[in-house]
């Protein structure tokens, strides 16, 4: 199988892949997961990870809290968004702002993890 071309001007980010035929959601999302945890450690691995985002959102990346202040596969909040997407998104990696990407949602909420760990979220009952 080739490898897909790339424009000379793109230069793709991390787990930029696409769902694949018959890939659920919830599969691509944990795709997504496991490719950015694979790139940048975080207490507890992809399982805690996972769990997380499965309870946060059940893996869905349209998923919102009942106040529609928390967006996303790991519920962000609205209010620090923009913020902690300017702090773990790179403009090279090309990421959509949208809080509701999942790539870009898995992104800055694994890199902060990386950097904080899993406090923002809790991790109750996930480790």
């Given at each position: ?13 991390p ?23 694979a ?89």
């Open positions: 199988m080739l490898a897909p071309v790339a424009w000379a001007d793109h230069a793709a980010g787990c930029d892949f696409h769902r694949e035929k018959g890939q659920t959601v919830r599969q691509h999302s944990r795709a997504q997961i496991r490719c950015a945890v790139r940048w450690t975080v207490p507890g691995g992809k399982t805690v990870a996972l769990c997380i985002a499965k309870r946060e959102s059940g893996l869905l990346p349209w998923a919102e809290s009942g106040d529609g202040l928390n967006k996303g596969l790991f519920q962000q909040h609205v209010r620090y968004w923009d913020g902690n997407y300017d702090a773990y998104a790179q403009r090279a990696w090309q990421l959509p702002r949208r809080i509701l990407s999942g790539r870009t949602n898995t992104i800055v909420s694994i890199r902060m993890a990386h950097d904080i760990g899993w406090g923002p979220w809790g991790g109750r009952n996930c480790s």
